[in-house]
């Protein structure tokens, strides 16, 4: 019975080893997003515009 509880203690280890990991790799991958993401921002700052639509200058109604 202690051989039991000590190989499912390891198993346990083992699954929030691979757990820790994947977390890691989430948050890596977020704060990589999260730059992304700003640096979108910025460049639709700099070119004036946050749509990817031209913007019309001056509208007329009826022409």
């Known amino acids: ?32 997003l999260a ?3 700003e640096s979108l921002k910025v460049t639709s700052l700099t070119r004036g515009t946050s749509s990817c639509w031209p913007r019309i200058k001056s509208y007329t109604p009826g022409r």
């Open 1 to 32: 019975m202690l051989q039991e509880s000590f190989i499912r203690i390891k198993s346990i280890e083992y699954d929030l080893q691979k757990t820790k990991k994947a977390l890691l790799a989430t948050a890596s991958k977020q704060v990589e």
């Open 35 to 37: 730059d992304s993401l």
